[in-house]
C-alpha cells in the first residue's frame, strides 16, 4: 500500500530577541528541524506582541504570536512561604523566544504591536524592528 505524498515541510527559524521598554534587538537566528503548522497572517489574530516573516517587498508571509514578550511585572516570592506571591510593575526588559516558519521567499522578520482601535472591530499594527534574516 502506498502512501500519498506529503509535501517536504516548510523550514523553520529560531528566533532571539532582546528588549528594553520598546527597543528590540535580534541576538540569533538558528534554522531549526520541526514542523510548524496552523500560522498564517490570518489565524495569529488578537491584540499582542508578533513575530511576522515577509517578503523582499515587505509583504506579510506568516505570524506568530510572541508569547511573553514585553513584560512589565515580575512575581515577588516572599521569604515566608505563608506569605502570597505578589505582582510588581517593573520595566519592560529581557528576551524571549519564538519559532517561525522561513519558507525560501522569506527576507524579512519583523516584530509587531497589535493594538486594538477605537472602534472594536479594528486593530493597528506598529513595526518595533525589522531585520534581514541570513540565509
Known amino acids: 500500500m502506498t502512501s500519498p505524498q506529503q509535501p517536504p515541510p516548510t523550514p523553520a527559524l529560531r528566533l532571539v ?3 528594553e521598554g520598546d527597543a528590540v534587538s535580534l541576538v540569533l537566528q538558528q534554522p531549526v528541524d520541526t514542523d510548524i503548522s496552523g500560522f498564517g497572517t490570518g489565524s495569529a489574530t488578537g491584540s499582542g506582541e508578533f513575530v511576522e516573516t515577509r517578503d523582499d517587498d515587505g509583504q506579510p508571509l506568516d505570524r506568530v504570536p510572541a508569547r ?6 515580575a ?4 521569604e515566608d ?8 510593575d517593573v520595566e519592560a526588559r529581557g528576551a524571549f523566544t519564538v519559532i517561525v516558519p522561513a519558507p525560501a521567499e522569506a527576507t524579512q522578520v519583523a516584530v509587531v504591536r497589535v493594538v486594538p482601535s477605537e472602534r472594536e472591530a479594528l486593530a493597528e499594527d ?3 524592528a525589522t531585520f534581514r534574516l541570513e540565509r
Open 17 to 19: 530577541f532582546e528588549y
Open 68 to 73: 511573553g514578550a514585553f513584560l512589565e511585572s
Open 75 to 78: 512575581e515577588v516570592f516572599p
Open 81 to 88: 512561604h505563608a506569605e502570597p506571591i505578589t505582582r510588581v
Open 126 to 128: 506598529v513595526d518595533l
